[in-house]
């Protein structure tokens, strides 16, 4: 999952280039058949080189011998990048203003909304006739993923690979604690509890939420969004940004209750490695409660490739679902939470054939293109029957995908996100270094008005 964007207003665009008339894909057709065309930020041997080699030693053949089976000629193109996500992003976005580029594009989901109000992208039905609405993988895909590729209620891409927070925790330290395993707390109150229980424990910070500016989008999707989602709430919904809610209160008093209370390190949350420094002192079993992604347990704390491995991590590290404030106060009603992200593979508008991208884009996320796709790896993917197969000897990333992925919610895909984002960081920070909690409320608020366009566009 990419975490880290500077937003690119599209919009600006429609100044750097001249419009230029409707050319399709951009890729004429071969005498005997069609070109289709695939674009992702992967090059082999550079950026997400296995990506690339799946899209060229697998998919692509693949797909064309099917086609040839079934009586069409269709060839299949990939064009490689290997550049920031910001250039990526930017390049693809001149490709569809100037009506031009492949015809399944990959994207970050977080950009889907901003591509879709720029015209540059349309739903995936308008494109692809009846044959999205009855493909097979919607079922296999739950609801709440399906999310990462929505905008405005309506389908514009196919999520690839997700992920999700939960709360991790130190089996051991819970023991001398006397605090109960398996533990999973039904409020925030309860977290605050076992805090306070870890708190007799000498050397031991109880619980690590993300604060503050030093980790970034990190504070935001490992914090405040999934606590703004206990609350009933969403940073954005239904054409407002929340502004200084009882909801964004009730999230900055409870980091309110953790730092100043003595549950938490304030002094981490400002130091500039401080997110990396709180994986070591988990790992060392000096922090009780760590609030995290998945990608925790994939690559920070796994026992052989981990940057902060565990030994012991599989007996030792204890995992449960991110509570709402109080049972049923959560989105959608839910009594437990959690914010994912991930990428988006969409359809050109401009392509020249877009029922049969259609077809390619369908098949790239087919169970057996995503199994491949994996290449023997356990990572969690869009897919529920994937999963079940290949995240069976891994309970904790099976737990991800069958407890928190159905409960999930993302950040909504538009330009002005990280700016919001980075406002609601500093209030957090704010909170941890003392500012009352209203103070740093009313301060975010005026942060948000001035970047969305006025308090019209804020829900309070």
């Given at each position: 999952?990419?975490?880290?964007h500077?937003?690119?207003?599209?919009?600006?665009?429609?100044?750097?280039?001249?419009?230029?008339?409707?050319?399709?894909s951009?890729?004429?057709?071969?005498?005997?058949?069609?070109?289709?065309?695939?674009?992702?930020?992967?090059?082999?041997?550079?950026?997400?080189?296995?990506?690339?080699?799946?899209?060229k030693?697998?998919?692509?053949p693949?797909?064309e011998?099917?086609q040839?089976?079934?009586?069409?000629?269709?060839?299949?193109?990939?064009?490689?990048n290997?550049?920031?996500d910001?250039q990526?992003?930017?390049?693809?976005?001149?490709?569809?203003?100037?009506?031009?580029?492949?015809?399944?594009?990959?994207?970050?989901?977080?950009?889907?909304g901003?591509?879709a109000?720029?015209?540059?992208l349309?739903?995936?039905?308008?494109?692809?006739?009846?044959?999205v609405?009855?493909?097979?993988?919607?079922q296999?895909?739950?609801?709440?993923v399906?999310?990462?590729?929505?905008?405005?209620?309506?389908?514009?891409?196919?999520?690839q690979?997700?992920?999700?927070?939960?709360?991790?925790?130190?089996?051991?330290?819970?023991g001398?604690?006397?605090?109960p395993?398996?533990?999973?707390p039904?409020?925030?109150q309860?977290?605050?509890?076992?805090?306070?229980?870890?708190?007799?424990?000498?050397?031991?910070?109880?619980?690590?939420i993300?604060?503050?500016?030093?980790?970034?989008?990190?504070?935001?999707m490992?914090?405040a969004?999934?606590?703004?989602?206990g609350?009933?709430?969403?940073?954005?919904?239904?054409?407002?940004?929340?502004?200084?809610?009882?909801?964004?209160?009730?999230?900055?008093?409870?980091?309110?209750?953790i730092?100043s209370?003595?549950?938490?390190?304030?002094k981490?949350?400002q130091?500039?490695?401080?997110?990396d420094?709180?994986?070591?002192?988990?790992?060392?079993?000096?922090?009780?409660?760590?609030?995290?992604?998945d990608?925790?347990w994939?690559?920070?704390?796994?026992?052989?490739?981990?940057v902060?491995?565990?030994?012991?991590?599989?007996r030792v590290?204890?995992y449960a679902?991110?509570?709402?404030k109080?049972?049923?106060a959560?989105v959608?009603g839910?009594?437990?939470?959690s914010?994912?992200g991930?990428?988006?593979r969409?359809?050109?508008?401009?392509s020249?054939?877009?029922r049969?991208?259609?077809?390619?884009?369908?098949?790239?996320?087919?169970?057996?293109?995503?199994?491949?796709?994996?290449?023997?790896?356990a990572?969690?993917?869009?897919?529920?029957?994937?999963?079940?197969?290949?995240l069976a000897?891994?309970p904790?990333l099976?737990?991800?995908?069958?407890?928190?992925?159905?409960i999930t919610?993302?950040?909504?895909g538009l330009?002005?996100?990280?700016?919001?984002s980075?406002?609601?960081?500093?209030?957090?920070?704010?909170?941890?270094s003392?500012?009352?909690?209203q103070e740093?409320?009313?301060a975010?608020?005026?942060?948000?008005?001035?970047?969305?366009?006025?308090?019209g566009?804020?829900?309070?």
């Amino acid at each position: 999952m990419r975490l880290f964007h500077r937003p690119v207003l599209i919009a600006t665009l429609t100044t750097a280039v001249l419009a230029l008339p409707a050319c399709g894909s951009g890729t004429p057709a071969g005498e005997d058949g069609i070109t289709l065309t695939i674009t992702a930020n992967a090059i082999s041997g550079g950026k997400n080189t296995a990506a690339a080699e799946w899209i060229k030693q697998w998919v692509i053949p693949r797909f064309e011998a099917a086609q040839k089976a079934a009586g069409r000629e269709v060839r299949v193109l990939f064009q490689p990048n290997g550049v920031g996500d910001e250039q990526y992003k930017t390049k693809v976005a001149l490709d569809l203003k100037s009506r031009t580029g492949a015809d399944v594009i990959d994207l970050d989901g977080i950009w889907v909304g901003e591509f879709a109000q720029a015209g540059y992208l349309k739903p995936l039905a308008e494109l692809g006739g009846t044959a999205v609405e009855t493909w097979e993988g919607w079922q296999q895909i739950p609801q709440a993923v399906q999310g990462l590729g929505i905008f405005d209620g309506k389908k514009y891409g196919l999520p690839q690979g997700t992920d999700g927070r939960v709360l991790y925790y130190n089996k051991e330290l819970f023991g001398k604690a006397g605090l109960p395993e398996p533990w999973q707390p039904k409020s925030w109150q309860e977290i605050l509890d076992a805090g306070a229980a870890l708190k007799r424990l000498p050397g031991v910070t109880p619980i690590q939420i993300n604060a503050g500016t030093a980790m970034g989008e990190a504070t935001t999707m490992q914090g405040a969004l999934p606590l703004l989602a206990g609350t009933g709430t969403e940073i954005y919904a239904g054409g407002k940004w929340a502004g200084s809610s009882q909801a964004v209160k009730d999230v900055l008093e409870f980091y309110r209750q953790i730092y100043s209370g003595g549950l938490g390190d304030p002094k981490l949350q400002q130091e500039a490695k401080g997110r990396d420094k709180s994986f070591a002192e988990f790992a060392d079993g000096r922090i009780g409660i760590l609030a995290e992604g998945d990608y925790f347990w994939r690559a920070v704390v796994d026992p052989k490739t981990g940057v902060a491995p565990m030994a012991e991590r599989d007996r030792v590290v204890g995992y449960a679902r991110i509570p709402a404030k109080q049972p049923g106060a959560g989105v959608r009603g839910q009594d437990f939470v959690s914010m994912s992200g991930g990428a988006v593979r969409v359809l050109n508008p401009f392509s020249e054939h877009p029922r049969q991208a259609w077809e390619l884009l369908s098949f790239m996320h087919s169970a057996e293109a995503v199994k491949a796709e994996l290449a023997g790896a356990a990572r969690v993917t869009s897919r529920s029957d994937v999963n079940a197969e290949v995240l069976a000897a891994d309970p904790m990333l099976k737990f991800v995908s069958e407890e928190v992925l159905p409960i999930t919610v993302y950040r909504p895909g538009l330009a002005v996100y990280p700016q919001v984002s980075a406002a609601l960081q500093e209030a957090t920070a704010d909170v941890v270094s003392g500012k009352p909690v209203q103070e740093a409320a009313a301060a975010y608020r005026a942060k948000v008005e001035g970047l969305v366009g006025g308090s019209g566009n804020i829900a309070d």
